[in-house]
């Protein structure tokens, strides 16, 4: 019970530091891992992976949608009737639990940008200005050439609800799936649905991050100097590092250099809100707030305060 009581105690200090922290800050640069869409329930498996995709589950036998992602189907029909659903849950139909609109609602009148790793266009969705984004990792939302043999991105929404509707789902106005009574979902879609590069005829692939034939497109590298110019404009002055929710699959994109910056800045805050994974260096520990804690409960306790 002692213990308990220290271990809120202690959470309670540092929501109160981190609120703080917003508060006193002249910038803001938040880093967004999974963690942070998964505490809005984007989760990847279970009843959520279930409820779309049971027939692959069943007949393939693999129980979350990374698995199915990886899976080497026979035809680009079955792959691209797995991968639509996979694309529209995760990219088009919003998250169950509204952590994006928190945060803007904490940020929205600082200075700030974000960096994330995520590919599923949550900040977009929620509000924050697409000018103070930086999408590293891709975006479920785009196509590419499989090769590539050049260095463009295309949007997918049209084609994408063209093969759900091709299954059997019917798409709602608010973006949301419905199934009509007495529809068996189809596991392929028609061959003229399978998309293939306008220049060299290849099949296209989605634009994401796994080796080197990634398309850093032209906005991609425009983000990418905003970004940087962001980082130069407030060197030296007041400014909150915040990670939400960043493992150590790719450390060295987001916290790593969040380490680093804090380290070089005796103004500087560094900020990490990680359920079992929140922690420093410590080099920088006088000039953390280390919170290991569910992101979404965090951000509501500090709208509280």
């Not at 420093?280 to 520990?285: G, N, W, Y």
């Amino acid at each position: 019970m002692i213990n308990l009581k220290r271990k809120e105690t202690a959470l309670v200090s540092a929501v109160n530091q981190l609120k703080e922290a917003i508060e006193q800050a002249d910038s803001i640069v938040i880093g967004a891992g999974a963690g942070l869409s998964t505490s809005a329930g984007f989760v990847y498996n279970g009843e959520r992976f279930r409820k779309y995709f049971s027939d692959f589950e069943a007949k393939y036998g693999f129980h979350d949608m990374y698995s199915g992602g990886f899976y080497p189907y026979d035809t680009l029909e079955e792959h691209w009737a797995y991968w639509s659903r996979y694309i529209y849950v995760n990219r088009y139909v919003d998250a169950p639990k509204p952590v994006y609109q928190e945060l803007l609602s904490l940020v929205k009148d600082k200075d700030y940008f974000v960096l994330t790793t995520n590919v599923d266009h949550c900040f977009q969705k929620a509000g924050f200005d697409r000018k103070r984004l930086f999408y590293t990792q891709g975006d479920y939302g785009l196509f590419q050439c499989s090769t590539p043999c050049h260095y463009k991105t295309y949007d997918n929404e049209e084609i994408v609800c063209q093969m759900m509707e091709a299954q059997g789902y019917t798409i709602k106005e608010d973006c949301e799936l419905e199934l009509p009574d007495n529809v068996t979902l189809k596991m392929t879609i028609p061959s003229e649905l399978v998309p293939h590069c306008p220049v060299c005829g290849k099949p296209m692939t989605m634009n994401l991050r796994s080796d080197d034939t990634f398309v850093e497109d032209e906005g991609w590298h425009r983000a990418a100097e905003r970004y940087s110019l962001f980082l130069r404009r407030h060197e030296g002055m007041q400014t909150l590092f915040l990670e939400l929710g960043v493992g150590y699959n790719t450390p060295g994109i987001i916290k790593y250099p969040f380490w680093q910056m804090t380290a070089k800045n005796p103004k500087a805050t560094y900020a990490c809100i990680n359920k079992g994974e929140s922690m420093c260096p410590q080099e920088i520990r006088k000039q953390s707030i280390c919170i290991d804690d569910d992101i979404a409960q965090v951000l509501c306790k500090i709208k509280e305060l």
